[in-house]
């Protein structure tokens, strides 16, 4: 077995995997980044693409920003749709100036992965079998299966990692949080009775800003990644096969639930992609043991209404790489030890709000009477006051870091 040494072992080379590792490479720290896909597909994912304020400042202030502000769009809007009548929701006039920035999540993970190769980082892509040994010691380890930093050398070769820290970064399905061991972990979650079936095509979006629609039929929403490139979703039952969706079924109804305008004008086209998506609402607590991190999916799920999952991501991050530094700079384990609880400070508010805007805008199956007016009540209170649409506004533009 090859042995190897670093500083911060990472699992994931996602955008949580991928922008620790720059950072903590702008600080001088080691990594080392483990992912069990080829690079093709990390940099072919298709997932949301809304960037908060903080997250666009934070990829400029790491020099990988530049192409997102060439291809980026920058909205200062969304329209709720309730009740044939549409509500803008105008972000500066309501949190001081501030907008979000529309940018796939592919092209975030591509822009920091060639930000991270181009200034020497090492990333293992296609590696296998990794597990985790000695979180309880202060050299905790990380053996994996694939090619060692010799390609010439046997696939198969098993190599192992000595760290200081490991950081789990490898969303829902990875192996990091199945490291705490279950009488420390504490999970809480809400599984939605319903999925979003997703599709993507190369049409111009039907509005230049995204719009959310609460409809009879369900809900619907109207998004983008760029101008020539368009994502549609649709709220369908938890367990419908994306099989019995074709791309003519698709967009007959997408136009049922979007606003009459939107539909006249909306233009189809053949499905790059197409699926169905659950929605869950998961926070596993806390966000450390011994020397293992988690940061972003491995440690919390949100349902994608409110658009989080990437900038939670980011945030857990810039607080491990604050609390990183600050103990190889002083040796400090202050911020170490507080980090899981910053972290669940934002998660929840998050959380809240993501679970929120999904009880806003979805029709649930078995809502009672009362609860389907007490939805209509508050999207019609939403439409009315300032008070409710600054509420929105801040959280979807990202509440400020503490
Ligand atoms: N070994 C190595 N890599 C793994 C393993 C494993 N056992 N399991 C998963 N991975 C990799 C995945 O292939 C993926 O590239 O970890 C990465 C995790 O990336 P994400 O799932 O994108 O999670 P994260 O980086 O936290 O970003 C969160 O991305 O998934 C979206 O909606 C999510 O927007 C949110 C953001
Ligand atoms: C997307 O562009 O995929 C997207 C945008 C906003 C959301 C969810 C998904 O709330």
Same mark, same amino acid.
């Given at each position: 077995?090859?042995?190897? =040494? ?7 080379? $996602? ?23 080829? =690079? ?24 990988? $920003? ?28 309501? /949190? ?20 991270? +190769?181009?200034?020497? $980082? *090492? ?5 296998? *079998?990794?597990?985790?040994? @000695?979180?309880?010691?202060? &050299?905790?380890?990380?053996?994996? =299966?694939? !090619? %060692? ?73 109207? &998004?983008?990644?760029? &101008? ?18 074709? @791309? *003519? ?5 997408? !136009? ?8 006249? &004008?909306?233009?189809? $086209? ?19 043991? %011994? ?13 994608? /209404? ?24 002083? %040796? ?9 609880? =910053? ?38 209170? +939403?439409? %009315? ?6 509420? +929105? ?10």
């Amino acid at each position: 077995m090859k042995s190897i =040494r670093t500083q911060v072992g990472i699992i994931g080379a $996602g955008p949580a995997g991928l922008l620790l590792s720059h950072i903590l490479h702008l600080q001088g720290i080691e990594s080392i980044v483990l992912e069990k896909s080829s =690079r093709n597909t990390v940099e072919a994912i298709i997932k949301a693409g809304v960037l908060e304020q903080g997250t666009v400042d934070l990829m400029n202030q790491i020099g990988a $920003g530049d192409r997102m502000m060439k291809e980026g769009l920058a909205h200062e809007g969304i329209i709720m749709r309730f009740d044939g009548r549409d509500e803008r929701i105008h972000f500066p006039e309501l /949190t001081g100036g501030k907008s979000v920035m529309i940018y796939a999540q592919h092209d975030v993970n591509k822009d920091l992965i060639k930000a991270r +190769l181009a200034s020497g $980082g *090492d990333i293992r892509f296609e590696a296998r *079998d990794v597990s985790i040994y @000695d979180l309880d010691s202060s &050299t905790p380890k990380i053996r994996f =299966r694939g !090619k %060692g930093d010799e390609p010439s050398k046997e696939a198969d070769e098993v190599t192992e990692i000595t760290c200081d820290f490991i950081a789990g970064c490898d969303g829902f399905h990875g192996v990091s949080r199945q490291a705490i061991p279950q009488e420390v972990i504490r999970i809480y979650e809400r599984v939605y009775p319903f999925g979003w079936l997703g599709i993507l095509s190369d049409t111009p979006p039907v509005n230049h800003e995204l719009i959310y629609t609460n409809h009879e039929r369900g809900f619907a929403l109207c &998004t983008m990644r760029s &101008t020539t490139r368009s994502r549609y979703y649709l709220q369908v039952p938890a367990d419908e096969d994306v099989s019995d969706w074709s @791309d *003519d079924r698709f967009w007959t109804e997408l !136009k049922r639930r979007i606003p009459p305008d939107a539909a006249a &004008t909306l233009q189809t $086209g053949p499905s790059l992609e197409k699926s169905v998506a659950p929605l869950r609402s998961f926070v596993a607590e806390p966000l450390r043991h %011994g020397r293992l991190f988690l940061a972003g999916d491995s440690a919390h799920i949100v349902p994608p /209404t409110g658009a989080k999952g990437l900038n939670l991501a980011v945030a857990d991050v810039r607080f491990l790489t604050e609390a990183l530094a600050a103990f190889y700079k002083s %040796g400090s384990s202050d911020q170490l030890d507080g980090y899981s609880d =910053r972290c669940l400070a934002r998660v929840w508010k998050a959380q809240r709000f993501s679970w929120w805007m999904t009880n806003l805008t979805h029709r649930f199956p078995e809502a009672l009477p009362f609860e389907r007016r007490a939805q209509a009540a508050e999207l019609a209170y +939403l439409a %009315g006051s300032q008070a409710a649409q600054t509420a +929105l506004a801040e959280n979807y533009v990202g509440l400020p870091l503490v």
